[in-house]
């Protein structure tokens, strides 16, 4: 059985570090972020690490990892999901993401899901939607 829920997250911290550049081509870069999820999620400190890759016509590519510890709709436990997100022009980034298998623990161990959030320029904060089955 599969069970919705919602919630909001924002960025308590973004540091991120240019990697190298092609001569007037795609710029690598990588970023650690702090997110504090709300809602059906409640994590209020996260751990995420982005590969980014910004093309000149200022769109973009990213993946990453992000440990999150604290509750699923009630239930204690930590997990790793993996993003894969892409923006055009007017800059929002649109992500999906899937829990990754076998990293839920406590009562989350066994989880599965996926889910999906849309970061638009301004947003601070940030309305995700996640299906998941325990």
Known sequence: MTTHTTGHFTYADWQETALDEAE????????????AFSGGIEAPRTSCQYAITY????????????????????????????????????????????VVPGSGTG??????????FTAGQGITEIPYSFDYAL
């Open 55 to 98: 093309r000149s016509d200022k769109t973009g590519v990213c993946c990453g990892y992000e440990l999150l510890t604290g509750t699923l709709d009630g239930r204690a436990g930590s997990f790793v999901v993996v993003q894969h997100g892409s923006w055009g022009e007017d800059a929002a980034v649109h992500c999906t993401f899937e």
């Open 107 to 116: 009562e989350l161990t066994g989880l599965t899901g996926s889910g999906t």
């Open 24 to 35: 007037g081509g795609a710029k690598l870069a990588r970023a650690v972020v702090t997110n």
